[in-house]
């Protein structure tokens, strides 16, 4: 009897062995251990046993039992396993197909280096600024030391509405006006984005419609030296932190001192190049501390107070920036040309 | 202003300093240097020839045989097309192997047989400008003085083997229009002085006052006028120096007498102007504003009419110039003229600016005068002019100067504190600082303690205010030495306003929905700009347009950006999808200035998505606008205020446009382009939105505020309702909505129906409503009471059925 048990243990273990699914193990399962089952029969012949021996052999028979379950199960394990790898490997999909289009738009390139710039100086106190595009002759002219006559305010050059009222040709008036509103009292401290115009004919390097940034600091105490620091920050953080920068005199009619500030040319590191002009200098922007006459017509005391001033043009800094080389590209709005900067730039 | 470098050391030491070092160095401190052009670079070998002879070459017309000494043991055989080349001339030669502009060299060469062993050389050919040509050469070979050493290198012959700096000068400087002005500049610059020329000459016993006289009527257009009188001058070409250093500063020679007026003007700044003294009649000089209908043919053989505000010299009877632009033809300087009158006055920059405005005409004189010349330098120039008439003209210079003279010519004097100039600087200079930039830039000035004492030279008329003092002291000492600080003061924190930030998250929601963010003109043409406007009016318009497609401010962006659609179109870009914001421009009756009111607007065509493999294909159409600018409402916190309603705008489909309103007011629109507009303006099926924003940037949504999360199940009953094809969707919604109660938590179309199983007129529109009660489990007898209630108001509201 006893061998006999061994005997089917050693049998059902190879029959487990050589199932090859779940169907044919259960199969062994329920021809082994089901009721009409070999041990059943086996154990049925246990009254002709001596009581010595009965409880030894059934527990011989549990722990066949329990054993041929064991393998069954680990086999089952297995089994299982197989089964869900195959099903599995007959659901692999071709993953380098493309995936489904997400439709995303971007920023304007203009849009982008505005609110860079904004987003720099907001984060050194400015607030954003903005005014009309159709300005009164005063605030865009004579607030800012242009008297009427004045050779730098060539009817020309500018698109009247009528004798008193134009197109803004800069960001300036915005500045006027502020001042004005803060009846004498500073801190001012702001920038100007915005579209401005001039009467100039379309081609690569003019446009009569174009986007200007100024700043502009009134308060006591501000210096040359603050302008120029100021003017520091800026460009290492919009051109990269090796970047150098220079003032240069200059004029403008609203500030005096006037300065032209140029960065040094990342192309070549200074050594001269064509983008440069072999001067290993960009001209990026114009600056200057605020005119007294300014300072005193927008209500500010100029014994008291002192301001800088600054102002860019965004498509020469974006032309710059991303190697543009025509101006036009902001206004025809070429899909070709506006899906180049949906990339975020980090800095 | 052009600068030679040669030219300029004649007033200020250059040794040790390269035009290159220079032009860097006037850059940093005061002008910038905007090129340096050296005329005659990389030219080589070419020298001063002697034409012995010069014979037709028997096989062409054209072509001459010369034969050229050179300078060498043996002369060279020339082949020579110009038709002034002749025997005895000297002329520029370029030898062979010589180096010309443009990299072109010389070989030995055979025309038509004949040997040619060089060039002879017009002036551009050697690189001047065809326009600073003397007219004589203009057409062909360029002939030395009779004088000319043969065989000595004719690039320096010409004084071409030198720099000239392009100055840009901004309005304020104009004491650089001049090569004194430049040397004072550069001599504080380098700190060197500066050496002035001196104008020394026998004139005669005969005074210019016993033959001519000067009388002045505008004495406020006119503060100085100044007449020499030069007789027995012989007309001829002047110096060959001279010549090329006119040619240098951009100006063409003429003749001995017109040269010397320019390059006194080139030389100090101040303008002159040669009268035939005989063709002038009268002997009489009279100064005065013209009168209506007068008239003078000017120099360009111009007939040019005045006006009364114009400034005209006069012989007494007609006008002979006009003051400061232009002089008369009727009293030219010829080849035959004799005696000279000379002037040199002082004309108001207002006047003259006006003047060469209304005529179209900029010359190097009016330039000057419309900056502003120096009161001081009018005489000094009239009498170096006069020396160099003596000289090279070989004048007879009368004695005195017939002069009306009512100009102040002191000097300003201005008062500075040292403290202010560091304080606006950020600086801590020391007075001797101060005072030793003054004395670099040759102006007087003295300190008493710390109080600084400036008198500013007539030359510089630009300095008038302490801020003026303060850039010179600046722009010298160098920006290079101002420290960098940042403002030292109670700053407010920076930031965005409420419009700007819901201006930033519009472009946010709409390039995240898929639109790309265009910009276009404010300015556009007649038919334009009344398109697609949401407040039909009068465009604003320019009083003087540069042309007709930019003539008027935009009332609506939308036509702007369809026409930003068909670009692209017609460059095989498809499907488009773009927005912008900004102003348009409404006239208001009483207000001068327009009111700009900002607005968002939108334009999507052809493919909204594509997906080809999987097959999935979307085209733009009015519900994918539609729900773009749901979710933008959705996220500026005004959906609860939008409403929807069926549109008829210009210009859009009268089947397909939703007009939009905030609680009571319309303030936008979202359509398809009216099909003849899109065959018009070649586009396919467009849809677009206009949307002020006004309303919605002043709008104060509610903060935003936790809901609990249900914790009760909802029951969801599905409704499919028949109605007339002209009921709305949202209406029926707005009834559904009303009647559920507050059980009745959402309402979402799932399903439209228009096909033929339906009653003709008819339209099928299923509904999902979702009941809930937040505190507690709805019991059913509740949630039929409330549908109930809901299928009896859309009966009798809407007629709408149950569908069977
Ligand atoms: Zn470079």
Redesign the pocket.
Known sequence: MEERLKQLQFEAAERVNLSGSLKELNEVRVAYLGKKGPITEVLKGMGKLSAEERPKMGALANEVRDAITKVIEEKQLTLEAEAIEKKLQEESIDVTLPGRPVRTGTHHPLTSVIEEIEDLFISMGYKIEEGPEVEKDYYNFEALNLPKGHPARDMQDSFYITEDILLRTHTSPVQARTMERHQGKGPVKIICPGKVYRRDNDDATHSHQFMQIEGLVVDENIRMSDLKGTLNVFAKKMFGEDREIRLRPSFFPFTEPSVEMDIS????????????K???W?EILGAGMVHPNVLEMAGFDSKKYTGFAFGMGPERIAMLKYGIDDIRHYYTNDHRFLTQFGQKEFN | MFVSYKWLQDYVDLSGITPEDLAEKITRSGIEVEGIEVPAEGVENVVIGHVLSCEKHPEADKLNICLVDVGEEEPVQIICGAANVGAGQKVAVAKVGAVLPGNFKIKKAKLRGEASNGMICSLQEIGIEGKLVPKEFAEGIFNFPQDAPVGEDAIEALMLNDSILELGLTPNRADAMSLIGVAYETGAIIDRPVKLPESDYTSTVEKASDVITVEVEAKQENPIYLAKVIKNIKIGPSPQWMQSRLIAAGIRPHNNVVDITNYVLLEYGQPLHAFDLDRLKTNKILVRLAKPGEKIETLDDTVRELLPHHLVITNGEEPVAIAGVMGGANTEVTGATVNVLLESAYFASSSIRQTSKDHGLRSEASSRYEKGVDPIRVELAAERAAQLLALYADGEVLSGTVAFDEQDKSEKQLTIELEKINRVLGMSLKTEEVLDLFRRLQINAHADGETIYVSAPTRRGDLVIEEDLIEEVARLYGYDHIPMTLPVHETNPGGLSVRQQKRRLIRQVLEGAGLMQAVTYSLTNDSKAGEFALDVREPVKLMMPMSEERSNLRLSIVPQLLESVSYNLARQQDSIAFYETGSVFLKEEGHELPKEDEHVAGAITGLWHFHAWQGEKKQADFYVLKGILDSLFERLGVASCIRYEKGNENDLHPGRTAAIYFNDEKIGYVGQVHPSKEKELDLKETYVFEVKLEAVYAYGQAPLQYTAIPRYPSITRDIALVVDREVQGGELERIIKEAGGSLLKSVKLFDLYEGDKMEEGKKSLAFSLNYMDPSRTLIDEEVVKAHDKVLKAVKEEAGADLRG
Request: glycine share 32%; hydrophobic share 20%.
């Open positions: 040319c990342k192309i070549c590191g200074g050594k001269g190049c064509s983008v440069c072999g001067t290993g960009i």
